[in-house]
């Protein structure tokens, strides 16, 4: 009987094992066969998820959004988390709508650079932050109708 016990966990240990490894090659190959903006390679699975997604397109790192703040420059962006429910909701409304109004809507996910919270003031996520000068004169929050994306689009960035 002890034996038997015995078979039958090292067969559990090793279907675990093989488990693990298949999942961990698969994600390896969904990064090397994809195009990562992320500059770094231990992704959450969420977004790795998200890689070949077209409304994830845009991905600003935080570096980039520093310095373009520093410079004064205008930025719209959107801070998100991949496994945010309103995040899920919002982005696909939100996303065409600012590519049909052309306007650069960066993204920065907030799940892989966490410490982005509080240099930006977010709160929560989905938030749109536009800035001009380096300065944040906007923002909107939350999963909101298409309607209340577009007004805040034309009072903010394209005025």
């Known amino acids: 009987m002890k034996k038997k016990m015995l078979i039958f966990g090292g067969i559990i240990v090793a279907l ?14 969904a990064m090397e066969d ?5 500059g770094k390679s231990d992704l959450n699975q969420a977004t790795i998820d998200q890689l070949d997604d077209p409304l994830y397109e845009n991905q600003v790192l935080p570096e980039e959004l520093s310095e373009s703040m520093d410079n004064g420059e205008e ?20 996303v065409p709508l600012a590519e049909d ?17 509080i240099p930006y003031n977010i709160e929560s996520t989905p938030t749109v932050v536009h800035y001009e000068n380096g300065q944040e004169v906007a923002r909107i929050g939350g999963s ?10 034309n009072q903010h960035v394209l005025n």
């Open 16 to 29: 675990f094992a093989a488990l693990f490894f298949v999942t961990n090659y698969q994600n390896n190959q």
């Open 34 to 38: 994809s195009d990562n903006p992320y």
């Open 75 to 94: 930025e719209t962006v959107y801070f998100y988390d991949p496994t945010c429910v309103y995040c899920q909701e919002a982005t696909p409304v939100l």
């Open 101 to 117: 109004l052309d306007i650069d809507l960066k993204k920065l996910n907030l799940l892989e650079f966490d410490d982005q919270w």
């Open 144 to 153: 909101r109708p298409e309607a209340e994306f577009e007004a805040f689009f």
